[in-house]
């Protein structure tokens, strides 16, 4: 549905975006994830055809934005970092003229007033001016803007800004919602967002792909296998070679004194129970079993920090 082949960016001599390629397929949310200043807006607006690229190009549902650009532009629901609402239109003055220049038909206005005051809960605001609205109804109002025309692709930069907690909850609810319908990218550089909303991320740092994957695939790539740590009461004089002669162990490390061990296990062996059973077997006394997780975190972090 969008296909990105080798696209840059470059204002003056900084590159801030560099030799991106990726696909997102119908139906599917694509998370861009990355620092401050890491070039998740540049690409976003590169998409929807607000800027050219340097190099590379873009097709939407197979048409280049570069030289059918009203065509694409036509096919895309797009939410600003920081949307440009008229503060003096009230939210339905500001909603039908969007409305308009998209080029629904009159006979589906109400329809789609209707269906978006509901989807993003501003019917109760719906005659108020937007200039008056707080940050949040301002962020919904924004939301409902993108997707008044019900597009096939929405491009959505950072959509819960500002947002509180509830309906920072209910937008996710939404944005999922939308999928399979639509094909949506979206950026944001808090991490549960994406992994609660998103089928796949990508990881950009200074301009660059850093990691491309879905959220389990990406912890699961940088976890360095399978890891846990058990902690017993009284570790018996040969307690690490036994643990290593359990099948499907790779390495085991005696850690915080002599209570404890760091257990690798096969990538994908579930290694717990067999641990466990030896330790009450020996009477060494189970204090504790805890699972080595790598979060998306870590991952983003390792990604991201490195240097
Ligand atoms: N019009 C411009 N002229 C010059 N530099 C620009 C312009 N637009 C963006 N940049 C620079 O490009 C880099 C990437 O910016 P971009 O807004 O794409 O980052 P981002 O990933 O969206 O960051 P954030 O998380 O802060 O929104 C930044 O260093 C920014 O200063
Ligand atoms: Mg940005």
Known sequence: MIRVRGLSKQFGARVVVDNLSFEVNKGEILGFLGPNGAGKTTTMRMIVG????????????????????????????????????????????????????????????????????????IGDVSGRLIGNLSKGYRQRVGLAQAIIHNPKILILDEPTVGLDPKQIHEIRGVIRGLAGEHTIILSSHILPEVSKTCDRVIIINEGKIVASDTCDALSNRYSGGNRFEITVARPGSDALERLKAISGVLNVVNIGSGRGFLVEGRRGLEIREEVANLVVRENWGLLGLKAMEFSLEDVYLQLTMEE
């Open 50 to 121: 607000f800027l050219t690229p340097t190099s590379g190009e873009i097709f939407i549902d197979n048409f280049s934005v570069e030289r059918e650009s009203l065509r694409t532009r036509s096919l895309i629901g797009y939410l600003p970092e920081n949307p440009p609402l008229y503060n003096e239109l009230t939210v339905v003055e500001y909603l039908s003229f969007a409305l308009r220049l998209s080029g629904v038909t009159k006979k589906k206005f109400k329809d789609r007033l209707d269906t978006v005051y509901q989807t993003c809960g």
